[in-house]
């Protein structure tokens, strides 16, 4: 999720693209050449303003995501490197705007889980589970989860929004096949 797009240091693969349509796999063993990944897409994601940002969006199909939603300027740092992260659990519903650094431009409301407990595989390859996050953080990682799994936020739009910007996504799959 984020808004706008700069140039970084790994390029963000735009709506269109078919990798962004597969199913990531999943990753075995973190290898040095993995948390270097995970490193450089924390830095992409910054760079481009973004609050999360998933291997698939910079053409890696490997279930991986990076999370920050600190705030960015000035703000300490908190990301969140999650290997093969898994909801376990969620519950609510809360409707509010997204927008994705693979579909610039693009802003409208998705209806989400509220509250959702989600386990991964941290940095250094040790399980962890955040329970019962709530706000920006539990939306953010249901983005980037649906990443994983080739959808997008747009699949989860409104007709009306679907219309609304139908010409920004059909001009984003011809300049992106």
Same mark, same amino acid.
């Given at each position: 999720?984020?808004?706008g797009?700069?140039?970084?240091?790994?390029?963000?693969l735009?709506?269109?693209?078919?990798v962004?349509?597969?199913?990531?796999?999943?990753?075995?063993?973190?290898?040095?050449?993995?948390?270097?990944?995970?490193?450089?897409?924390l *830095?992409?994601?910054?760079?481009?303003?973004?609050?999360?940002?998933?291997?698939?969006?910079?053409?890696?199909?490997?279930?991986l995501?990076?999370?920050?939603?600190?705030?960015?300027?000035?703000?300490?740092?908190?990301?969140?490197?999650?290997?093969?992260?898994?909801?376990?659990?969620?519950?609510?519903?809360?409707?509010?705007e997204?927008?994705?650094?693979?579909?610039?431009?693009?802003?409208?409301?998705?209806?989400?889980? *509220? %509250?959702?407990?989600?386990?991964?595989?941290?940095?250094?390859?040790?399980?962890?589970?955040?329970?019962?996050?709530?706000?920006?953080?539990?939306?953010?990682i249901q983005? *980037? %989860?649906?990443?994983?799994?080739?959808?997008?936020?747009?699949?989860? %739009?409104?007709?009306?929004?679907?219309?609304?910007? *139908?010409?920004?996504?059909?001009?984003m799959?011809?300049?992106?096949r």
């Amino acid at each position: 999720m984020g808004r706008g797009m700069t140039v970084s240091s790994l390029p963000i693969l735009v709506y269109g693209n078919p990798v962004l349509r597969r199913r990531a796999k999943p990753v075995t063993s973190i290898s040095p050449g993995l948390k270097h990944l995970a490193d450089d897409m924390l *830095e992409s994601m910054y760079e481009s303003n973004g609050i999360g940002l998933a291997a698939p969006q910079i053409g890696e199909s490997l279930r991986l995501i990076v999370v920050d939603v600190s705030g960015g300027e000035g703000k300490q740092k908190q990301p969140y490197v999650m290997f093969n992260p898994t909801l376990l659990a969620s519950r609510g519903k809360m409707v509010a705007e997204e927008g994705c650094l693979s579909v610039p431009e693009v802003w409208a409301d998705v209806v989400r889980p *509220e %509250i959702i407990t989600v386990q991964a595989l941290d940095r250094e390859g040790k399980p962890f589970e955040l329970k019962n996050i709530d706000g920006l953080l539990a939306r953010c990682i249901q983005h *980037e %989860i649906d990443h994983l799994e080739g959808v997008l936020f747009v699949d989860k %739009i409104s007709a009306t929004d679907r219309v609304f910007n *139908e010409a920004k996504l059909k001009k984003m799959v011809r300049q992106n096949r």
